[in-house]
């Protein structure tokens, strides 16, 4: 069965904290989806932000997602909602 977006949205945030702990994945949300084509495999392009680390907020300020956040992007394969890749994504300035 395919990976629907919200299981590799889920995959995506769950590979973020067993790479990069939990304490560098507070306040994580979607920001993009895009469904691409990477080495012949059908994936899912997932860009996910969280509030830097180095970044000090209160507990209720990260609740909000109050904060300066970095950006990943994770692809992830349809076929079964493995989490190949995790590059980061830079921002373009607004």
């Given amino acids: 069965m395919m990976a629907t977006i919200k299981e590799a949205a889920e995959n995506a945030i769950a590979f973020a904290q067993a790479v990069l702990g939990p ?6 949300r979607i920001e993009e ?3 691409t084509t990477v080495a012949g495999d ?9 509030i830097r680390p180095d970044v000090l907020v209160g507990n209720l300020a990260a609740a909000l997602g109050v904060g300066k956040r970095e950006y990943k992007t994770f692809t992830v394969r349809k076929i079964n909602g493995e989490v190949t890749s995790m590059k980061i994504r830079e921002l373009a300035d607004a």
């Fill in 33 to 35: 989806v895009e469904s």
């Fill in 23 to 28: 304490e560098r994945v507070v306040g994580a």
């Fill in 42 to 50: 059908d994936a899912w392009l997932i860009t996910l932000s969280m």
